[in-house]
């Protein structure tokens, strides 16, 4: 069977089998595809340009926090909310970004940093009244609303989820095959070397900074209104960040749909073993974490790296 | 109106703490030249290239690409205004493949990435890589990654390329095939200056030849003229030689 008719066959599944899915199973797919399209936000700076963000929650929290709180003290409908979270996370990922890329920082220094940006928001958001400090914030989600962006029951937000899906898969496509695409792989590959060629190294990382600091606070936005629910903790906290990053390397960084193939793969597993070992606490995770070591030990290029490889060697799907 | 030349060098100067790597250096180039920089190791000619290449700001001194002032300006907005440069210790975009690497500096040139494509393909036949434009750039031997080194630089259109050692390392035909590529980039219009360390090649190709002896200018002249000065031979070959 072709790739392409794979694919095909794979987005009329995923389009037409959620309706009849039980409710467990349902919530388990709007999960994949919340990872998936994190990790594909992710993948613009951390993948295509080699910036390895560990504090991605950092924009998810501006999201979410920002559509939450435009929507409880003036009534904007979250649509929008989200748009101006995303705007509002950019120009943070382009301070955050410029200072350090202005000033040299690289590899596990600039993860640092990132993190660090994240904790402070986090530290910032318990400390603040205004934003509902520890206690975080609830949305309001009685009446349901299409375009307030509340649905009744959990199908309508799978759509939303799959059509960012989507709509994001596109967009990383286009960049991939665009001169930014080029001039990132460039900067990831040999930053010396770009400049050289006439890539405006510090441009080129700002931009992906800002595109995937965008894309990333769009997912704050659904998150919050799918769980009507946000606190400091699951917004600013370290889970997201890794929970953007994770499906991303383990799926294949800087390839389109890596992130989507280690959303598949790894959010699964992080429910099976959640209820396999439910009752002791934290196995789950250590197991999770075996699972994770052992695809970084032998799958060094990630799932798509993988397949790429097999297919190579001539080898069918 | 006063002719313009190409590249103005004049008073260039880089102090590393005590160090003067390059001290009160000037040259001038004019649209077509072929000049090379030799000198012994540690004389000062890489760091020369990377402060007109713009990856190190001189101490003092200007330098002028035509007509106008380049120091202080970004490596990448250099290589825009037409001056281009490879790496002595050849750099690929290793996961690459060639012909990808080459679109990289296309891009300068044509925005659109068909175009780019295109123009990275008529180069990478230029520099006879034609036949690997596929394979990722880190399964390259040595001569191919010269040549891969040379095709990225060519991609951003020069009107003014700097080589750092294209030839170090590699066999006698190599050399003869990379001395063939020189010349025809420079029948394209290109003006060169060259580092070079294999004698034979650097006589060849220069019209002029200028060395570097402790960051300073020692001689500059025809390539015959050169060779026969007592500083320059005492230079090579220490005193009282």
Known sequence: ?317 | MVAVSLLEISGLTKRFGGLLAVSGFDLTLDAGDIVGLIGPNGAGKTTAFHLVSGFQSPTAGSIRFRGGSIVGLKPHAICRLGLARTFQIVQPFAGLSVIENVMVGAFNREPDAAAARRLAGEIVEFVGLGPRRDVPARSLTLSDRKRLEIARGLATRPEMLLLDEAMSGLNPTEIDEIIGLIRRIHDRGVTLLIIEHVMQAIMALSDRLVVLHHGEKLAEGAPADVARDRRVIEAYLGEGA
Do not use: C
């Not at chain 1, 009849?20 to 993948?43: C, D």
């Not at chain 1, 900067?187 to 400049?195: C, K, L, Q, T, W």
């Not at chain 1, 998150?223 to 917004?235: G, N, S, V, W």
């Open chain 1, 1 to 317: 069977m072709g790739v392409r008719a794979l694919g095909v066959l794979a987005v009329a599944a995923l389009l037409a089998l959620p309706p009849l899915l039980p409710k467990y199973h349902l919530e388990v797919l709007i999960s994949v595809l919340f990872f998936a399209y994190l990790g594909i936000a992710w993948n613009l700076l951390g993948g295509y340009a080699g910036q390895f963000s560990f504090g991605h929650a950092a924009f998810f929290g501006i999201g979410a926090y920002t559509s939450t709180l435009l929507l409880l003290h003036a009534g904007l409908t979250p649509w929008a909310g989200m748009l101006l979270g995303g705007v509002l996370a950019a120009g943070f990922g382009l301070f955050e970004g410029y200072l350090s890329f202005r000033y040299g920082l690289k590899g596990p220094y600039f993860s640092l940093v990132t993190l660090a940006f994240a904790e402070m928001l986090r530290v910032i958001a318990v400390n603040t009244k205004a934003v509902g400090s520890s206690l975080g914030l609830v949305v309001p989600s009685t009446k349901a609303a299409a375009a307030m962006f509340i649905f009744s029951g959990k199908l309508p937000y799978y759509y939303v989820i799959f059509a960012m899906v989507v709509l994001a898969l596109a967009f990383a496509w286009r960049v991939e095959r665009s001169r930014l695409g080029y001039a990132l792989a460039a900067v990831r590959e040999n930053e010396d070397a770009a400049e050289a060629a006439g890539v405006d190294a510090l441009g080129m990382k700002l931009r992906a900074m800002a595109l995937s600091s965008f894309l990333t606070a769009l997912g704050g936005t659904f998150y919050a209104q799918y769980f009507a629910y946000i606190d400091p903790t699951i917004t600013f906290g370290p889970g997201v960040s890794i929970g953007a990053l994770l499906p991303a390397i383990v799926g294949g960084a800087g390839t389109v749909l890596g992130p989507v193939l280690g959303s598949f793969v790894l959010t699964p597993v992080s429910e099976l073993t959640r209820y396999a070992l439910r009752g002791r606490a934290g196995a789950d995770i250590m197991l999770y974490g075996a699972i994770l070591i052992l695809v970084i030990s032998f799958l060094p290029q990630g799932l798509m790296g993988w397949i790429r490889q097999r297919r190579a060697r001539g080898w069918s799907l």
